[in-house]
């Protein structure tokens, strides 16, 4: 079975560019995450969907990101414009209904110059 | 809010001795609790799971961890480490609730010959 898929896998953009993150997850799961990556930071939930719907987007830094998700098998991660500190890796997880154990992509590594 | 502690960043051990990475919880109800690893230019992969019963768990490649409320900890064992389990690996806790996960810092093993 295919698991998350996420890209690009390696992004490097100029500052004050749009980026656009993709996601696919698991076939017939429920939730979706967005988690950012960083040394100084750890992992940080930034989004979160069940069945579609954005659930708590508290973690999203700013109104710079933004995150849609227009079906089950589609979600995206918006940043405009992009900053040297928006540099990250960034992933997506599914999850089945529930409360159980999160599928991560391989993740989308943003460099912003 | 729930929030994880990983108090060792760094950890070195040597090829066949046995591990112990630590993990301390902060939630008001009995927690879900995980333990995730990631290798380098990888996602988070599950290595075991605690929601209710046996306070000891098994995971997978001989990995497993004891659940002690009263000490509100995680630990993750093995006991004998083998080189490819270099690797960075994150306690987490799942809000019953909401159905977040939030990720402790993580800890970085480093496997002598």
């Known amino acids: 079975d295919a698991g998350v898929i996420q890209s690009p896998r390696h992004e490097v953009t100029e500052m004050g560019q749009e980026v656009t993150l993709r996601c696919k997850p698991i076939?017939?799961?429920?939730?979706l995450f967005w988690y950012r990556q960083t040394m100084m930071r750890g992992l940080e939930l930034l989004i979160y969907?069940?069945?579609?719907?954005?659930?708590?987007d508290s973690g999203m830094p700013e109104d710079r990101f933004s995150a849609k998700m227009p079906n089950a098998s589609f979600s995206t991660l918006k940043i405009q414009p992009s900053e040297p500190r928006d540099s990250a890796v960034y992933f997506c997880?599914?999850?089945?209904?529930?409360?159980?154990?999160?599928?991560f992509g391989e993740g989308s590594r943003l460099t912003v110059l | 809010a729930q929030s994880v502690t990983q108090p060792d960043i760094h950890i070195t051990v040597s090829e066949g001795a046995s591990l112990e990475l630590r993990c301390n919880y902060s939630?008001?109800?009995?927690?879900?609790l995980f333990w995730y690893v990631q290798s380098p230019g990888q996602g988070l992969q599950l290595l075991l799971k605690?929601?209710?019963?046996?306070?000891l768990v098994q995971g997978i490649k001989g990995f497993e961890a004891e659940f002690k409320r009263s000490q509100s900890s995680f630990n993750l064992r093995k006991p004998s480490v083998h080189w490819s389990d270099a690797a960075e690996y994150f306690c987490?806790?799942?809000?019953?609730?909401?159905?977040?996960?939030?990720f402790g810092d993580g800890t970085t093993l480093t496997v002598k010959p």
């Open positions: 997880a599914s999850r089945p209904q529930g409360v159980g154990e999160l599928f």
């Open positions: 076939s017939g799961h429920n939730s």
């Open positions: 969907f069940n069945n579609n719907v954005p659930i708590d």
């Open positions: 939630y008001g109800a009995t927690p879900y």
């Open positions: 605690y929601f209710s019963g046996d306070t």
């Open positions: 987490a806790v799942g809000d019953t609730n909401a159905g977040k996960s939030t």
